[in-house]
């Protein structure tokens, strides 16, 4: 039997040649007592949820509850639950049903997040930069859009496992995006009422750094760590706070809130604390310098400044 809630599969064909074919995953919402029907079509080499009439669907799980079906069905890995539930833990029934809702050549619809290239047009130069040094207006356009700060790390887990156990590329770089967008966000940070999100985050990023490749960064051929480089800044943020509150002077656009008070809620920095020992022991690498000295941030996932004429 399957614990009920959120699931992923994922498999791969093997050819009669012994040839191994991509990887493909989907993940799947069960309910308690629920029987979920899959058939292999071999035109796609794909498993396809089949709508059951109701009389074969009673039957299905009239043969299951009876056991028929289990000399062909292998054992669930309950020794890996409380890891999986670490991993998926913020995967909701809608966050599922809106993820899985792919396009027909399999990409999942992730919510495309705002560009300060595209936006630069629009803005003056002065704001460009701020823009560039403080992403908080693009972390809370997405969290309006999809509606709560619960439904954005939802598609941070989603992409994650994706790539993780689904060797899929865009759900890496999804993952990237938004690990960088909430690392990015220190006005955010400092808003009242939202440091709730931000400990989701992190716990969530925490429960993710114990599954990643040491060899991650090496693999995919990036010059630099943007984990380390990004995570610095927020843990620097959480860990290490101003003497004094934050100006009240903000962007109109924004919805977050204007003034912070001093210091952070102690869970915040309790988890930030967890993962700059997490990543520590992961990667060798200490968050609270990591480029090994000092060194200049730059390269594509660097702030964008534009200098303003005398």
Not at 129 to 134: I, K, P
Not at 229 to 246: D, N
Request: glycine share 10%.
């Amino acid at each position: 039997m399957v614990p009920p809630g959120a699931h992923m599969v994922y498999y791969a064909v093997v050819r009669l040649s012994g040839e191994r074919g991509e990887r493909s995953s989907f993940f799947v919402w069960v309910e308690p007592g629920e029987v979920a029907v899959f058939q292999w079509c071999g035109a796609t080499e794909r498993l396809i949820r089949t709508a059951q009439e109701e009389r074969d669907q009673k039957r299905w799980e009239c043969e299951v509850r009876n056991f028929e079906h289990d000399a062909f069905l292998g054992a669930y890995p309950l020794h890996s639950l409380p890891r999986w539930r670490e991993l998926s833990s913020l995967l909701s029934k809608p966050s599922i049903a809106r993820l899985e809702d792919r396009s027909e050549d399999g990409r999942v619809p992730y919510t495309v997040l705002p560009s300060l290239r595209e936006a630069a047009a629009k803005l003056d130069p002065s704001e460009i930069t701020r823009r560039g040094v403080d992403r908080s207006v693009e972390l809370d356009a997405v969290i309006s859009r999809r509606g709560s700060d619960s439904e954005v790390l939802a598609e941070l887990q989603h992409s994650f496992l994706s790539f993780l156990l689904g060797y899929a590329l865009d759900g890496f770089e999804h993952w990237k995006a938004l690990v960088m967008l909430w690392c990015g966000c220190e006005e955010a940070l400092w808003g009242r009422g939202h440091s709730g999100g931000f400990v989701a985050f992190l716990r969530a990023l925490r429960a993710q750094l114990q599954h990643l490749p040491t060899d991650l960064f090496a693999e995919f051929g990036f010059s630099g760590n943007f984990l380390a480089v990004s995570l610095s800044g927020l843990l620097q943020s959480v860990l290490e706070p101003p003497a004094e509150e934050v100006p009240q002077k903000r962007n109109p656009e924004s919805s977050l809130a204007a003034v912070a008070p001093v210091g952070h809620p102690s869970a915040l920095r309790a988890e930030a604390t967890a993962v700059r020992q997490a990543f520590l022991e992961k990667f060798g690498v200490d968050l609270a310098d990591p480029l090994g000295g000092g060194g200049e941030l730059g390269g594509e996932d660097g702030p964008v400044v534009v200098e303003l004429p005398s």
